[in-house]
């Protein structure tokens, strides 16, 4: 019994559903922001979603700014520069709207604003987060354009601190935005690559969470319907971005994925942060390069998890038919085999494998894989990525 403890998170209110997004005005005024900050990248900018999207807000008579400097893995001085214009717009709330990084870059805008001390205090280690000043944080909705890290449902946001070339998790349970719109409407713009690599993230996130040791029966539940719903909608999504249903159950499994890995993580998302912040890639699709690689090296300690799984998707041949129909999901949506296939031209020498075996043993996801992820491992799980063998 003695090993049967465990602390449970739950997400909150999600209005689900094509077309909700038409609800804003209503949602804003549910949390009682009346000048609202609205957060995206340069990139959604550009699209009817966002002009539409910001129609809602005008037609509805509702101030706000717009702020769109966001970078793919965001960086301090993104921050720093929306926080300035929130502060200027005298804005009382955050619309965070857009993939990861528009969703995370939003809601430390949020959480940071009203901070005295540096955003760098309240990485999740430990209980740094209580030194925030939790009263000084404003309330977010969060408005996600991708099905992938589930950012929304999260309590957490990521980002690159440029000097040390690594991601940083930034935590306080307040960052969790109070309500979400969950529009699949808003997700079919998304191009083929970004549908598989956030795709791909949704089921690094539950099958890392499923795989990683602890009793979290809540999360484990979360994950493998989570999967399930990956493996059959993934590649109608990425064949017909128009799908809306595939798009919605995508929707649905990105959040699901964020909601299991409270339980942890594990070696996909160790290796990928590095690689990340080292080379600018895109999360999920890097993710995606290093999950056959890290599932094999853990085979021994989650075989008889996967069986069950495998079971429950309706994939025959067991810990072997898994493996395979991750292959044929990667080869479907055209994700690179291997590192050099994700970033053209790469080479790497030895000080840099060591450099990012070490950045990958210290990652705070490192501690959920099954397997102990030794630097040996790690270089190993590298190798491998980068020839794939
Ligand atoms: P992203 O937010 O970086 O967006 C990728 C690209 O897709 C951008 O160019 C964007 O303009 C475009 N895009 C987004 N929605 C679109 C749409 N509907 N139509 C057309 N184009 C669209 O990608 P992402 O994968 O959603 O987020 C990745 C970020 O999230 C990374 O910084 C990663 O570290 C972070 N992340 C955070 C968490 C968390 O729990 N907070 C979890 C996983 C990843």
Redesign the pocket.
Known sequence: MTDLVSKWNYPTTVRFGAGRIKELPDVLEAVGIKNPLFVT?P??AK?P?VASTLKILDDAGVPHGVFSDVK???VESNLTAGIEVFKKGGHDGVIAF???????LGKLIAFQAGQTRPVWDFEDVGDWWTRADAGAIVPIIAVP??A????EV?R???ITHEASHT?KVIFHPKMLPEIVIADPE??V???PF?TA??GM?ALAHCLEAYCAPGYHPMADGIAVEGIRLVFENLPKAYRDGNDLVARAHMMSAAAMG?TAFQKGLGAIHSLSHPI?ALYDT???MTNAVFMPYVLAFNREAIEARIVRLAAYCGIAGGFEGFVRAVDKLRADLNVPHTLPGLIKGLEMDAARKGLIADMAIVDPTASGNPIKLTRAAALSLLESAMSGA
Do not use: C
């Not at 992938?148 to 950012?151: A, D, K, M, V």
């Open positions: 990248d990139g959604l699209l979603v793919p893995n965001p857009g993939g990861g990084s528009a969703l995370d354009t991708t992938g890290t589930g950012s999260g957490a946001g990521v991601k808003l997700t713009g998304m191009p970004i690599g956030t993230d964020a990340g895109h999360h999920g």
